[in-house]
C-alpha cells in the first residue's frame, strides 16, 4: 500500500507538470503567434484535458490519503474557492464602479491567483493541524 501511495504521489506531480506546461505552452502560443482559430482552439482543449486529468489523479490520489491528510485537503481546497469567489465578487462590483481593464484583469490573468490561493489554504491548513511537525502516512 505505501508503494502504491508513492507512486500516485509522484504521478500526480508527472500530471501537475504536464499541465503547467502545456498551460504555459498554450499561453505563449496563443500569445505570441499567429496561431489559426483551429489550432488555438486545439490548444485550449489540449489544456483542459490535461488540467482534468491532473484533477482526477490528484483526487484519486487523496483517497489513499490519512484522515488528517485528506481534512487538510479538504480545508485548504474551501479557503482557496473562499479567497476565489472573494476576488471574482469584488472584480466584479469594482467594475461597474471602475471600468477594470482586461489587460490586467482578464481570466488569464487572474487564474494564476487561484493556485496562490490553494497554496495559501494549504499553509494555513498544515499549521493548523501541525502537519509539518509530525508524520502523517
Known sequence: M???KKHLGSRVG????IWLFSYLGSFFALRSLDVPREAG???VIVT???FAVFIY????????????QVRVQIEAVVIAFSLALLLVMILGLLDLVVLLNKE?????HITPVFVIFYFIGLFISKRKYSMDDEKHD
Open 2 to 4: 505505501d508503494n502504491q
Open 41 to 43: 482552439i486545439m490548444l
Open 104 to 108: 490586467n484583469w482578464g481570466y488569464r
Open 14 to 17: 508527472v500530471y501537475a507538470v
Open 57 to 68: 489523479k490528484y483526487y484519486r490520489n487523496i483517497s489513499f490519503m490519512d484522515e488528517v
Open 48 to 50: 483542459g484535458l490535461a
